[in-house]
């Protein structure tokens, strides 16, 4: 994600928190968000995705390091650039005996729209989230998913550049999940977006950037492709239709080619794993002439390691593991 | 290019942010238990006791002195107001610590911004709720009992009163950007206020001691004053208050909510 400093929509630099010297929640994060990218925030409990959020809005002060907002410091008094900026929180609240009308308006005038701009942009909101019926209720009573979509409407209300949402489908019911990940979709053409989610395919559904926080530490950042690229790509599924015996015959011809790893036979499921260093390409197209060669009808094939769950906690696993090691990363690393 | 396609740069109000949480937070308070209690029990205690004096004054034949329930409205204020107004003020920023301040201050808004309009909000609510009451019974101490008091000495002493109420909400206002709980704060707050009211009190000084106070209203509602000290008062309660809202002020535009 390399692009000149000045176009970047969020740079941060060696970031790092340190609650009340007792806790260590983000640990020399350094990333930059190019205007476009959807970023994916993944980590598991406590990793520091919301802290990261937090600390690119302002709300909590650097222990090291900085934020930039559109090449701008971000602190807590930098209301000029959180005016680029839409939030949604993991639950969003909302003050007692309030209505969708007032608090977009409260939330509006807190941006310093004029009466003349604001009005109309907040009823054509209410309308496009499908709140409109109940636009003059009291919004103590609304569901998960009438609270999620004026969430949706408040972080939208000042046409922000850059929109920070975490965990916007947290709680949602499919049917509302569905119309959140198609709005991200929709919201991405012409918008930077960094979401946080614990759901997975949810991440690998609307992002094309990833970063991966484990205990603080950004271990990694990149396009979502390289993420599940290069985890375990060489390790393949294929389901398999025909006579037993000629699928367990093929099964042992795969066997003898020196270009697996491992192959596993389990009834009708052949399960490969191709050596690091071979074109997976040609090897499966030898796999496919002996299963043809056999009479044996391929049904599915998928790449294991194509999955971003997988990649995802390999990543964590690897960081893990890692022990001690960590203290002596090579600065690129 | 098309001129109607073309739009003028928005321009943001730079006053609306404040404006907007000065109005919710002033809506809020009017809406909150602590305020309609101390409204409440303030107009009870207040206008029961000034129907007692008018029955008093009808039913045995006694009269009832105007300068003298003036007095004691404002001495009573002097000595249950402050303890309403750190009740009203000491949540005002602890109490919305968390996911709701968040949805605030991670709009177009600085910390300046939200601390100064809830620090004006607060002070707004408990002075005009307080000279709302205060007035009523003084208007009604004119009608229903025997006029003998000086009306310029008792506004005088609702100043007075009313730079101690601001200077005590002020202090709360500070305490609640500083401390993370309101139970803490409401503690923190009261010790301190009636602890140094105490002090003062024994040692016998200062302006601000609690008897010299105490004495001065009476002394004020019969029109016996000189203008220089007490506005010598009004100025230590001023300083006081700003130098509260400062350290607030600083110390909130600084730390992590």
């Known amino acids: 994600m390399a692009e000149s400093a000045s176009n970047l929509v969020v740079e941060t630099h060696k970031l790092t928190k340190i609650y009340q010297n007792r806790q260590i929640a983000l640990n020399d994060v350094t990333l930059s968000i190019e205007p476009g990218c959807v970023l994916g925030l993944l ?36 209301a000029a650039l959180r005016r680029k900026i839409g939030y949604i929180p993991t639950n969003p609240q909302f003050p007692p005996g309030m209505t969708p009308i007032v608090y977009l308006d409260f939330m ?11 009005k109309p942009r907040l009823a054509s909101l209410i309308r496009a989230v499908g709140l409109l019926e109940v636009s003059g209720d009291p919004i103590a009573g609304f569901s998960n998913g009438m609270t999620a979509r004026l969430a949706v409407a408040t972080s939208l209300i000042n046409e922000p550049e850059l929109l920070i949402w975490d965990e916007p489908t947290h709680g949602l019911d499919p049917e509302a999940r569905r119309s959140m990940l198609e709005l991200i979709k929709n919201l991405s053409k012409d918008k930077t977006l960094i979401v946080s989610s614990h759901n997975l395919s949810d991440i690998d559904e609307v992002c094309n950037h990833a970063a991966v926080l484990s205990r603080g530490h950004l271990i990694y950042f990149g396009s979502l492709q390289d993420l599940k690229g290069r985890m375990r790509r060489n390790h393949y599924e294929l389901d398999l239709e025909g006579d037993q015996k000629a699928i367990t015959k093929a099964a042992s011809v795969i066997k003898s080619l020196p270009e697996f790893k491992t192959v596993h036979i389990r ?16 090897v499966l ?12 009808n391929l049904v599915s094939i998928r790449s294991v390691g194509q999955q971003t769950e997988q990649a995802f906690l390999d990543l964590v696993e690897k960081e893990e593991s890692r022990g001690f090691a960590r203290a002596y990363a090579a600065p690129d690393e | 290019m098309d001129a ?19 109005q919710m937070d002033a809506w809020q308070t009017l809406r909150s238990w602590v305020f309609r209690v101390w ?69 177009g808004i600085s910390r300046y911004e939200y601390f100064l309009a809830k620090w004006h909000s607060r002070l707004l609510t408990t002075l005009a709720s307080y000279w709302f009451l205060a007035g009523s019974l003084l208007a009604g101490s004119c009608f ?3 006029f003998d008091l000086s009306v310029f000495g008792c506004l005088l002493g609702f100043v007075i009163v009313s730079a101690v109420l601001a200077m005590v909400a002020s202090c709360g206002v500070a305490m609640s950007s500083l401390c993370n ?24 000084f200062g302006q601000l001691n609690p008897l010299r106070l105490h004495r001065l209203m009476a002394l004020l509602v019969q029109g016996q004053f000189e203008f220089g000290p007490q506005l010598e008062l009004i100025g230590w309660c001023a300083v006081i208050s700003v130098l509260a809202a400062v350290v607030g002020l600083v110390h909130f535009a600084r730390r992590d909510v």
């Open chain 1, 267 to 282: 009834q009708r499921r052949l399960e490969l794993r191709l050596n690091d260093d071979v074109s997976n390409s040609s």
């Open chain 2, 4 to 22: 109607s396609l073309v739009h003028p740069p928005l321009r943001h109000s730079l006053l609306l942010p404040y404006w907007a949480v000065l």
């Open chain 1, 285 to 296: 197209a030898n796999v496919f002439m002996t299963l043809a060669d056999n009479k044996v």
């Open chain 1, 108 to 118: 509006a005038k807190l941006f310093g729209l004029p009466a003349q701009v604001r």
């Open chain 2, 144 to 146: 229903l009992l025997q």
């Open chain 2, 181 to 204: 709980s309101t139970v803490l704060a409401v503690a923190v707050l009261w010790m301190s206020l009636y602890g140094t009211g105490l002090g003062l009190a024994l040692l016998g």
């Open chain 2, 39 to 107: 409204v409440l029990a303030g107009a009870v205690l207040g206008f029961g006791y000034l129907l007692h004096r008018v029955a008093i004054h009808y039913q045995a034949g006694i009269l009832q002195s105007s300068a003298a329930f003036m007095s004691e409205v404002l001495q009573f204020s002097l000595l249950i107001g402050p303890t309403l107004v750190i009740l009203l003020t000491a949540g005002t920023i602890s109490s919305e610590r968390g996911i709701l301040a968040d949805s605030v201050l991670s709009r």
């Open chain 1, 43 to 78: 980590g598991p409990n406590g990793a520091g995705k919301t802290t990261l959020l937090r600390l690119i809005l302002g709300l909590h002060r650097p222990t090291a390091g900085w934020v930039k907002v559109c090449g701008k410091k971000m602190g807590p008094n930098a």
